[in-house]
């Protein structure tokens, strides 16, 4: 599928990057990473004519969040950031998270491998509980079934849910697939964000992942004020079996998957909400 050249909206956001540096790392994670700091974020978010950026905090650092909010101060005003946090985290942690530029929490169900859904909803419910009274939100990474099992605790929560990586669907099994239509539902009635982000974790088709056009297309169709757009940059190595051993980022052509934004939403009022409005609205720029 061919893509379509599209111009950049001023206000543009890049909603999901990372920062790598020299931070203390878990013991228990799923790769090493290399550096990857905020000069070479910013490099590319010139040259894909993005203003703003929203920074998330990496598995590999737990619940260290310095990277991101050493990512955020370098950008000032246009950065904010995704925090992880557990349940030892206390009110004067979140206020000094909020001051950093923190506008939401990250529950990375899908790495910490939880798809129980009696457990999944126990920390979405703690989640939302926690982050209530700051005016933020909560980011799920999990996977299509698991959202569809929390969908009723989704629609009853008081704070906006962000759903990772086109809900973690997988781009081979297509529209059909279990669980993407309840997510579908939730996007349409404004219960959920989603990211459409990330394509080569749900797609092996690269470098322009034609096979998730049919997901994101049914996305927006299912509601644009609800969707956003992410690099998922600098593209953590895969897995490993060696996890302690360092590993380059993978190969991913940002800027073709970009324009590949031009075929999922041929509209550029369309492309307007996604990158600028609906970032702006979420996390307060």
């Known amino acids: 599928m ?45 040259s894909l004519g993005m203003e703003r950026v929203v920074i998330v905090t990496p ?24 925090a992880v946090v557990d349940d030892q985290v206390g009110e004067a942690e979140l206020r000094r998270l909020a001051a950093g530029g923190i506008r939401g929490i990250r529950l990375n169900l899908a790495t910490a491998g939880v798809d129980d859904p009696v457990v999944a909803a126990a920390r ?12 933020w939100h909560v980011q799920v990474y999990t996977t299509p079934v698991v959202i569809a099992a929390l969908a009723k605790v989704v629609a009853g929560l008081g704070v906006p849910v962000v759903f ?8 081979a099994l297509g529209v059909r697939q279990s669980g993407f239509a309840e997510l579908l539902k939730l996007v349409e009635a404004g219960r959920a964000y989603v990211k459409i982000s990330g394509a ?29 757009w992410g690099t998922d940059w600098p593209h953590p190595p895969a897995p490993s079996p060696t996890p302690l051993r360092p590993a380059p980022f993978r190969t991913i052509n940002d800027g073709l998957l970009l324009q590949q934004l031009g075929v999922w939403a041929p509209d550029a009022a369309v492309r307007e909400k996604i990158l600028v409005s609906n970032p702006a609205r979420l996390y307060g720029f």
Do not use: K
């Open 124 to 135: 979405l419910r703690w989640s939302a509980e926690l982050v209530g009274g700051l005016g």
């Open 200 to 228: 080569y974790h749900v797609s092996q088709r690269g470098p322009n992942y034609p096979d998730c056009a049919p997901l994101a297309q049914a996305l927006i169709a299912a509601n644009a004020e609800r969707v956003l």
């Open 2 to 46: 061919p893509s379509v050249p599209l111009s950049i909206p001023a206000g543009a956001c890049d909603c999901h990057t990372h920062i790598f540096g020299n931070y203390p790392l878990v013991a228990e994670r799923r790769y090493t990473p290399e550096p990857a700091g905020p000069e070479a974020m910013a490099a590319l978010h010139r």
């Open 59 to 82: 598995s590999v650092y737990g619940v260290d969040n310095t990277s991101t909010l050493d990512g955020i101060r370098a950008r000032g005003g246009t950065a904010r950031g995704i």
């Open 164 to 171: 990772d990586h086109f809900g973690g669907a997988s781009a």
